[in-house]
């Protein structure tokens, strides 16, 4: 129980912590300076603002929800700040266990990803596992650029090192974007684009199937000691706020 909680509240209040302090010594000398306000210190005020409605509409909504949570869903989603999983599908705090960073992968030596899985799935015991990628992707644009240049799996960002954290985090998807070359060559960029997001979130989908956690899970619901867990492929489209399904869930069998 400890762990549940600790785990949803203390990175919310060091960032709190950090953002007020931040905002008590930069805030007033920039606003002293420049009569707008400053985009760390919006956010402390739409906090402020959303606290006290959500109190309004219900007053136990803190207290509940304080004491642990108790989420059906994972979602593996892109850091891409049009995609808030929470704003997107109508959901309140609660609802959602999230991991998001570039292009929604969770490579299976990943301990960040995967341990988010692990837990959802052994420990809160989540129903859907959910990848969202998003189309206009830079990051998969950025390992379908390379893989189209024939640049290595390694060097996808030409202006970045090679050992630097941005070309090792993308390695695996330009890798799979190179093993998909033939068929993203024959088609315009905006095109091809949109199918290496889709084929990303199927690999994705797939990958996460074949996890330990995943395949505990599906023995569990086989055999008739633990609940139904599906994973599911999907793709919000920026330019219309739509979700796509790919229609690509997978259980047990
Ligand atoms: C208030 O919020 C809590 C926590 O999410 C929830 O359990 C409860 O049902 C809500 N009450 C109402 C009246 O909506
Ligand atoms: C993708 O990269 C190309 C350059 O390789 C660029 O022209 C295009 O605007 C990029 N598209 C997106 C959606 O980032
Ligand atoms: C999928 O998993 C395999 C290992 O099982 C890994 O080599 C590959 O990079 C992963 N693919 C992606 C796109 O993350
Ligand atoms: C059912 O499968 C789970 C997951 O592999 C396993 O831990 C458990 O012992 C199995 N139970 C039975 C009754 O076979
Ligand atoms: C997925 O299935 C739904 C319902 O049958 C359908 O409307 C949708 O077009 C399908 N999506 C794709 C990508 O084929």
């Not at 998969?140 to 954290?165: H, I, R, V």
């Not at 060559?185 to 330990?212: G, H, I, M, R, Y």
């Amino acid at each position: 129980m400890f762990f549940r909680n600790s785990l949803s509240l203390f990175p919310i209040i060091l960032l709190a912590t950090a953002l007020t302090s931040i905002v008590n010594v930069e805030g007033h000398r920039l606003s002293a300076r420049q009569n707008k306000v400053d985009a760390s210190e919006r956010l402390l005020q739409g906090n402020a603002q959303w606290a006290a409605s959500t109190k309004k509409d219900n007053t136990t909504f803190f207290q509940t929800s304080a004491k642990g949570q108790d989420p059906k869903v994972l979602w593996y989603g892109c850091a891409d700040s049009r995609e808030p999983e929470s704003v997107i599908t109508n959901s309140i705090p609660g609802d959602i266990f999230v991991h998001r960073n570039i292009a929604n992968q969770v490579p299976p030596e990943d301990a960040n990803s995967v341990s988010v899985l692990e837990y959802a799935i052994k420990h809160l015991k989540v129903e859907h596992v959910i990848i969202a990628g998003h189309t206009n992707c830079g990051g998969a644009n950025a390992s379908l650029s390379a893989a189209l240049a024939g640049s290595s799996a390694s060097q996808t960002l030409s202006d970045e090192p090679s050992a630097g954290a941005l070309n090792k985090w993308l390695e695996p998807l330009t890798e799979f974007a190179l093993s998909q070359k033939s068929q993203l060559s024959a088609k315009s960029n905006s095109d091809a684009l949109t199918v290496l997001v889709e084929e990303n979130v199927k690999k994705q989908v797939e990958n996460v199937s074949n996890s330990e956690a995943i395949q505990a899970a599906w023995q569990a619901e086989t055999n008739g000691t633990g609940r139904a867990v599906r994973v599911h492929g999907w793709v919000y489209d920026l330019s219309t706020g739509l979700i796509r399904d790919l229609n690509v869930t997978r259980g047990p069998n």
